[in-house]
Nanobody
Framework: QVQLVESGGGLVQPGGSLRLSCAASGSIFGNNTMGWYRHDPGKQRELVAT???????QYAQSVKGRFTISRANAKNTVYLQMNSLKPDDTAVYYC?????????????WGQGTQVTVSS
């Protein structure tokens, strides 16, 4: 099992910045992927960004150039630096952790943290 604890959401004005954190603990494999997804009511859940244990990153087109994902492996923590925030970025942001085993993958989700971009 892997436990995830998210922090860093809140209310910010358009153009502002926020930094989300997600700390993982428990049975963590050396080959894993951490990422952020978001969900706003009335819309589909959307991948925001992912980073794997080899440091490969993937971003949604809508956040490229504004958001940066990084990880501190010693702390099993992933960060999402969000700059130039827009009202469309308003959503609940969820941390996702995937352990890539030899036979199968195991997936875990955080509880979610609200990000609201509004003036």
């Amino acid at each position: 099992q892997v436990q995830l604890v998210e922090s860093g959401g809140g209310l910010v004005q358009p153009g502002g910045s926020l930094r989300l954190s997600c700390a993982a603990s428990g049975s963590i494999f050396g080959n894993n992927t951490m990422g952020w997804y978001r969900h706003d009511p009335g819309k589909q859940r959307e991948l925001v960004a992912t980073i794997d244990s080899g440091d490969s990153r993937q971003y949604a087109q809508s956040v490229k150039g504004r958001f940066t994902i990084s990880r501190a492996n010693a702390k099993n923590t992933v960060y999402l630096q969000m700059n130039s925030l827009k009202p469309d970025d308003t959503a609940v942001y969820y941390c996702r952790f995937t352990n890539w085993g030899i036979v199968r993958a195991s997936e875990y989700w955080g509880q979610g943290t609200q990000v609201t971009v509004s003036s």
